[in-house]
């Protein structure tokens, strides 16, 4: 089971990862899963413990809730927060490429910074959300850019 005190450190854990000072807060909150928003000036994420726990339960995958954090981390430090319009599926892709990127970091495989989509992410794209699959791309395309594997691919091809 997940417990604040989990959550406080893999969000700690993530930050630390991006060598940036930071002054996200985490709070448990009535939100439907997890998100990423600003109040007086705070960066917070706000996410419902029950959600958190069901998905760590059912996935038996402790990468899972990273890699939520994870995104939620990475719709703040591309802007996506200070935005007017909400999500869309090109926000989301940015915000699952950053989680790729620290979850190589944090040293998971990338079947395990993809294995939070078969559970949260439907098959077909939608006003907001991209599709699993774009989704599956966008977090295996920060996880080899992590391992170096994409520069390499870039070089081999000029």
């Known amino acids: 089971m997940i417990n604040a005190f989990d959550i406080q450190d893999m969000l700690r854990q993530i930050l630390n990862t991006t060598g940036l000072q930071t002054d996200f807060e985490i709070r448990e909150a009535d939100v439907l899963n997890i998100e990423a928003s600003i109040s007086h000036r705070k960066r917070l994420i706000l996410y419902n413990p029950t959600y958190i726990t069901t998905l760590n339960t059912i996935s038996k995958n402790r990468w899972t809730v990273v890699a939520l954090l994870a995104h939620e981390v990475?719709?703040?430090?591309?802007?996506?927060?200070?935005r007017k319009g909400g999500s869309s599926p090109e926000l989301e892709l940015e915000a699952d490429e950053f989680a790729g990127f620290i979850l190589h970091k944090l040293g998971a495989t990338l079947v395990q910074s993809q294995h939070v989509m078969h559970y949260i992410a439907k098959v077909k794209e939608s006003k907001t959300h991209p599709s699993r699959k774009s989704r599956l791309l966008a977090i295996e395309s920060g996880w080899n850019k992590a391992s170096g594997l994409q520069s390499m691919d870039a070089t081999a091809k000029q």
Do not use: A, D
């Open 74 to 82: 990475g719709h703040h430090l591309n802007g996506h927060t200070i």
